[in-house]
T-cell receptor, first 113, second 111 residues
Framework: NAGVTQTPKFQVLKTGQSMTLQCAQD?????MSWYRQDPGMGLRLIHY???????DQGEVPNGYNVSRSTTEDFPLRLLSAAPSQTSVYFC????????????FGPGTRLTVL | AQSVTQPDIHITVSEGASLELRCNYS??????LFWYVQSPGQGLQLLLK??????LVQGIKGFEAEFKRSQSSFNLRKPSVHWSDAAEYFC?????????FGSGTKLNVKP
């Protein structure tokens, strides 16, 4: 049971490049989410999904796309990276019931030059 | 809009001393409340959560938190801090399917 995995761990992009951050979980969780963490701002929700084929926006969705074709995977796409997207990105998952525990991945540190 | 406030950015306590980390939230109904801990370079780990029932909840690593509806607070406490508790602590609120996190409190522990 690997839990929540994220790849890559580190990434450097140039402004305007695109990339996909991968997130996978093997716990059969319905709910998955992406956060960005910036100094002094805690974690902010980018997008979330309550099941395969269902996604919705969080607090800071601009510049990011997601899709959920399977229960296990929830990739985050940056279509045209900007320096403001330099951050640490965390994926999380849970069963999706009201008080369920969210399990977090180890994070991806992204730098956009 | 929902918001979570952690008024203390940094706190330093001596090993063995008691600890209280403050959290206030802005939300109309009784929210689902969480405390997470993050060690450097790591993801977040759940310490405890509250969504109904007894307003004093126990968590892992000897932590507890008390929900006070009248003060819109959910403060985290530990009676005796260990050096391994040095980390960053985040309070969070869940509203429907969205989580809102505070900005975090960094805890330093003096030997």
């Amino acid at each position: 049971n690997a839990g929540v995995t994220q790849t890559p761990k580190f990434q450097v992009l140039k402004t305007g490049q695109s990339m996909t951050l991968q997130c996978a979980q093997d716990m059969n969780h319905e709910y998955m989410s992406w956060y960005r963490q910036d100094p002094g701002m805690g974690l902010r929700l980018i997008h979330y999904s309550v099941g395969a084929g269902i996604t919705d926006q969080g607090e800071v969705p601009n510049g990011y796309n997601v899709s959920r074709s399977t229960t296990e995977d929830f990739p985050l796409r940056l279509l045209s990276a900007a320096p403001s997207q330099t951050s640490v990105y965390f994926c999380a998952s849970s069963y999706g019931r009201a008080g369920d525990t969210q399990y977090f991945g180890p994070g991806t540190r992204l730098t956009v030059l | 809009a929902q918001s979570v406030t952690q008024p203390d950015i940094h706190i330093t306590v001596s090993e063995g001393a008691s600890l209280e980390l403050r959290c206030n939230y802005s939300y109309g109904a009784t929210p689902y409340l969480f405390w997470y801990v993050q060690s450097p370079g790591q993801g977040l780990q759940l310490l405890l959560k509250y969504f109904s029932g007894d307003t004093l909840v126990q968590g892992i690593k000897g932590f507890e938190a008390e929900f006070k509806r009248s003060q819109s607070s959910f403060n985290l406490r530990k009676p005796s801090v260990h050096w391994s508790d040095a980390a960053e602590y985040f309070c969070a609120v869940k509203n429907f399917n969205k989580f809102y996190f505070g900005s975090g409190t960094k805890l330093n522990v003096k030997p």
